[in-house]
């Protein structure tokens, strides 16, 4: 079955801890992205890439890194810069940057 | 700023009537697409409908449908014959060079 994968689906760090994200596609597409949703709001762009071995900072970037060494992932870090990492982080793909976005089922992410 | 916006924070409807939930959006673009995408208490986005900018015809998936008004800046969604399953956040997002989101309108549908 084609589709974004993401892992793990409950996630607890603790305060001071970098932690790792997975987002893997198997739909070819060339473009991913990440993005946070905190309670009651919309989702907000963390980073995105349209192609291997090149990414971009999206609005909250701040906090985050990433990599994309392999079209099929896209991890996120979250790391100890980030003042406020508890939300549910939804990893998305497309074929390209302005066409539909199909989304991953999210991981939800508790700093202890 | 590009920004979309959903005016009914919630709404309700009963099971078999229809509903209509608002979407306006702000753009200078001419070239973009519109989306409406469901949330249900699993929290997956779940594409419902995408529209074309340059396409004048209302796009329609089975029960549901939009009504397009570009030179308003508007994109409702319609759902027909609604059902239990389609109790969910619904929100509304434009597509230029980034997915821009509203904030989402919580829909319940009561038996």
């Known amino acids: 079955d084609g589709g974004i994968t993401q892992s793990p689906k409950y996630l607890f760090r603790k305060e001071g801890q970098n932690v790792t994200l997975s987002c893997e596609q198997n739909?070819?597409?060339?473009?991913m992205y990440w993005y946070r949703q905190d309670p009651g709001q919309g989702l907000r762009l963390i980073y995105y890439s349209q192609i291997v071995n090149d990414f971009q900072k999206g609005d909250i970037a701040e906090g985050y890194s990433v990599s994309r060494e392999k079209k099929e992932s896209f991890p996120l870090t979250v790391t100890s810069a980030q003042k406020n990492p508890t939300a549910f982080y939804l990893c998305?793909?497309?074929?390209?940057?302005?066409?539909?976005?199909?989304f991953g089922p999210g991981t939800r992410l508790t700093v202890l | 700023a590009q920004t979309v916006t959903q005016s009914q924070p919630e709404m309700s409807v009963q099971e078999a009537e229809t509903v209509t939930l608002s979407c306006t959006y702000d753009?200078?673009?001419?070239?973009?697409?519109l989306f409406w995408y469901k949330q249900p208490p699993s929290r997956q986005m779940i594409l419902v409908i995408r529209q074309e900018a340059y396409k004048q015809q209302n796009a329609t998936e089975n029960r549901f449908s939009v009504n397009f008004q570009k030179a308003a800046k508007s994109f409702s969604l319609k759902i027909s014959d609604s059902q239990l399953g389609d109790t969910a956040m619904y929100f509304c997002a434009y597509n230029t060079d980034k997915l821009i989101f509203g904030t989402g309108t919580r829909l319940q549908v009561f038996p």
């Open positions: 753009t200078s673009e001419n070239n973009y697409y």
């Open positions: 998305a793909s497309s074929i390209w940057g302005k066409d539909t976005q199909y």
């Open positions: 739909l070819n597409h060339d473009a």
